[in-house]
């Protein structure tokens, strides 16, 4: 076997093992992390948010960086939709006319991701009358639809740093079925 051919293919073989990256514990092992023993799910949030000071509200949970800067909300419902996009379909039928008669949201993206290994829908979306662009992550679960709210407190658009830590966070999320 020729030794020249065989390295080069090794090394791919060990690059593509590396670029699956570590798991998202692993990759953030100073992070807090918060349960929702109720809710059946628990998460990390990096350092500078406090957890400490959640605003917790029957089906909602509400975090704050300590800047003030972000705010985070998971927000847990009983549903009767068979899959997220059925959900996702009456949920912007009643956006439609949700604020005084006029549209209340704008989807300005949207695309399947994986979640704590189930299939959700990540959307970026601007509410109409609150001025507020969110990223928005819907996960259906065990009869429940979990909604995650990551937005900026001042309601600007939301950069890719922003973004990038918003996946982040729900990299973290964990399910218990």
Not at 67 to 77: G, I, R, S
Not at 115 to 127: I, K, P, S, T, W
Not at 149 to 176: H, N, P, Q, Y
Request: aromatic fraction near 8%; include cysteine.
């Amino acid at each position: 076997m020729n030794l020249r051919l065989l390295l080069p293919c090794a090394s791919l073989v060990l690059l593509a093992a590396c670029s699956a990256g570590p798991t998202a514990t692993k990759l953030h092992p100073d992070w807090q992390p918060y349960d929702n023993a109720a809710q059946g799910y628990s998460m990390k949030l990096p350092p500078m948010w406090d957890i400490g000071h959640a605003q917790v509200g029957g089906d909602i949970v509400a975090f704050n960086d300590k800047d003030a800067t972000y705010k985070l909300e998971v927000f847990t419902q009983p549903t009767a939709s068979a899959d997220v996009t059925e959900y996702l379909k009456k949920y912007d039928a009643e956006m439609a006319n949700g604020f005084e008669g006029q549209p209340s949201l704008r989807v300005d993206g949207s695309s399947d991701v994986m979640v704590a290994g189930l299939r959700a829908v990540e959307r970026r979306e601007y509410g109409l009358a609150s001025d507020m662009h969110t990223l928005m992550t819907y996960i259906l679960h065990g009869g429940k639809m979990m909604e995650i709210t990551f937005m900026r407190e001042d309601g600007k658009e939301l950069s890719a740093s922003d973004l990038a830590l918003a996946r982040d966070i729900i990299a973290t999320l964990v399910i218990r079925k």
